[in-house]
């Protein structure tokens, strides 16, 4: 866009404790890392601790991409007649109770509602982080900050799935050890949450409800209603 300029570490650095630019990137990095203490392991987890065959594992990890894909068009739609800051918070915190969800049964039917639970939620929080990244940034900054982002992100899962691995490694072998990291990771990820604090989003220009699709003819009261 005219106007382009690059946003320099130091500037980002400077922004965290005023900008919500700023704090978003902090928090999706923070949650990030938090959540790849354990999910790397689930894997090893669900085809050493819970004996499945590969066929089931497989099936397994469809799931939650039917998942989101089944769900992010009705998503879309309902972000566009809410504040998306209401959608944000209830995907995290679902989404921050999911390890403990592992440690309640290996049941095969369990372990597809986990799976569908996990998809419909990482797609919700997938979708709102990246409308409130275009609300937020600044247009003539974010291709700078969104690079800034992406480096910063793999860092963050890179640290979070080393650390996993290292508590693994140090716990005593067996279901144990990886009933702990799924307890560690969702304590991790609940004390991430707070960096959500001053985070609003409104929704981008061209996403506002269409009145007629929603069902309201009368825009003022629309609005009212909203």
Known sequence: PEG???????????????????????????????AAICT??????????????YARYTFLLVVPVVARLTLIPYLGRLATRFDISRLLLPAIAGIT????????????????????LSGALWGTYELIAQLLMIEIYDPRERTSILTL???????????????????????????????????ISAAARLAAMPLLRGIRGRL???????????????????RRVR
Do not use: K
């Open 97 to 116: 109770l999911l390890p403990l969800l592992w440690i309640a049964s290996g049941a095969f039917p369990y372990l597809i509602l986990i799976q569908i």
């Open 204 to 222: 981008p220009p061209g996403l506002e409800p269409d009145h007629e699709e929603v069902g309201t003819e009368d825009p003022e009261r629309s």
């Open 40 to 53: 790397p392991f689930v894997s090893p987890y669900l085809l050493e601790q819970l004996d499945l065959s």
């Open 4 to 34: 382009f300029r690059t946003v320099r570490w130091r500037e980002l650095a400077g922004r965290m404790r005023l900008g919500r630019d700023a704090r978003l990137l902090l928090f999706v990095c923070g949650y990030i890392a938090a």
């Open 149 to 183: 982002f992406n480096l910063l992100h793999s860092a963050a899962a890179a640290a979070g799935s080393l650390a996993g691995g290292w508590l693994l490694t140090a716990l005593p072998a067996g279901t144990g050890a990886y009933f702990a990291i799924f307890g």
